[in-house]
Structures are given as C-alpha cells and as structure tokens.
C-alpha cells in the first residue's frame, strides 16, 4: 500500500522532470537557431551574413542534409530529422 506522501512526491517528481525537459527542449530549439544565424541560414528578419566557414564546419557535425535543413527555422524538425 502507498501512502499518500509518496503519491504526492511522485507528482512532484514528475512535475519537475516535466519542467526540465520542457527547458531543454526550448534550448535546444535556441541552439538550432543560434547554429543558422552563426552559418548565416536564415532569411528575413533573423538574416545574417553567410559564413562559408561555419557552414562547412556544421556540414561535418551534422551532415549536409541536417545543415540544409537549418535554413527552414524550423528547430523541431532538425532535432527529429532521421538520416
């Protein structure tokens, strides 16, 4: 039988994992754009200049599609792309 403080520390727990992978979620989506700014990605109002050498770098760390797909701004799609 479970009492009802080990109940409410699960809550707490789960509510507390729920919040953590919520911020690591929202910084890897922030670290995505920061990659397509640094390589110059994007267009618009996030528009940096290109930077051939930061764009070669991310092609080898992510491979050439994962690189391409920086240029979307669309973070959750690059986190979950398959190769």
């Known amino acids: 039988m479970v009492n009802n403080e080990t109940l409410g520390l699960c809550h707490v727990l789960n509510s507390h994992c ?3 992978q919520e911020v690591a979620n ?3 989506k922030l ?3 920061a990659c397509a700014r640094l390589g110059g990605y994007l267009t618009g109002d996030l528009e ?3 930077n051939s050498v ?3 770098i991310l092609n080898r760390l ?3 599609y994962l690189a391409r797909q920086l240029s979307l701004d669309k973070p959750e799609e690059v986190s979950q792309a398959r190769i």
Do not use: C, H, I, S
């Open 48 to 50: 940096t200049p290109n």
């Open 62 to 64: 992510l491979t050439p």
């Open 18 to 20: 729920f919040f953590f």
């Open 26 to 28: 929202k910084l890897a």
């Open 54 to 56: 930061t764009q070669e």
């Open 31 to 33: 670290a995505v754009r």
